[in-house]
């Protein structure tokens, strides 16, 4: 082979090699980000369920829920006189699992006692007999809230309450969930904060969830007044003076 054929040679197998190493981390890069999406070629339907970040979120969770059920954490935080969210769940026990306790700990763990202090938590047990629930037990349930609602008989029709926790009512219809959610609302009423969170007993929140939930609500006033500003229509003579 002539000389000038095998540089030309050369210079062709380490394009090609290039090319390959290219291809190659970008193949890896792409089935790393892609394999939990459904609609990639690099989908991995036996790990793309896997729960990392949210059996990580749940042992913090739980971790901080038992340190104030063994009395390990000294005080708790509460809310400041005029909080800025007054948030809500309620929950009801359910048979052979807990979600209850994880949620609470989601939403209160790694809070500065700042953020703390900006939140009104009310945790609503939402049964004619609060000791139905496990959690109704547990020192957590009235060391963490600001409030711990039950149902107060001189406000509902207990009787009527009662029929609708039958596993007869639980299948024909949604009145007592409705009725459960809307008598939340009204407890966060008197709290007279600027914004109203409900929330369901099986969410986690995820760290950082108030500073996040903060920037949107600044960013949604900040929209809204701009969309009315512009929409404003003010009289002809309103800037002669």
Not at 6 to 32: D, K, M, P, V, W
């Amino acid at each position: 082979m002539k000389p000038s054929a095998a540089a030309a040679g050369s210079r062709l197998l380490r394009i090609f090699l290039y090319f390959l190493a290219l291809f190659s981390l970008l193949a890896f890069y792409a089935r790393t980000i892609s394999s939990r999406d459904p609609g990639s070629v690099f989908f991995k339907a036996w790990t793309a369920y896997d729960a990392s970040y949210s059996s990580v979120r749940a042992h913090e969770a739980d971790d901080y829920i038992e340190s104030v059920n063994n009395a390990t954490v000294r005080s708790t935080p509460k809310a400041s006189s005029q909080p800025g969210l007054c948030v809500g769940i309620a929950s009801i026990a359910r048979n052979g699992v807990r979600y209850f306790k994880t949620a609470v700990g989601t939403v209160l763990e790694g809070l500065s006692e700042e953020e703390r202090a900006d939140i009104h938590l009310i945790l609503f047990i939402a049964h004619t007999d609060p000791s139905q629930h496990p959690a109704y037990s547990e020192p957590s349930l009235h060391e963490l809230p600001d409030q711990v609602l039950l149902y107060n008989p001189a406000e509902v029709d207990i009787d009527h309450i009662r029929s609708l926790e039958t596993d007869t009512a639980k299948v024909s219809g949604r009145e007592k969930a409705l009725f459960d959610y809307t008598y939340l609302l009204k407890a966060c009423e008197p709290v007279n904060a600027p914004y109203t969170v409900m929330l369901e007993d099986d969410v986690f929140a995820l760290d950082g969830w108030y500073h996040r939930t903060r920037e949107a609500l600044a960013s949604a006033e900040k929209q809204t007044k701009e969309i009315g500003a512009s929409n404003c229509v003010f009289p002809k003579d309103f800037f002669n003076h």
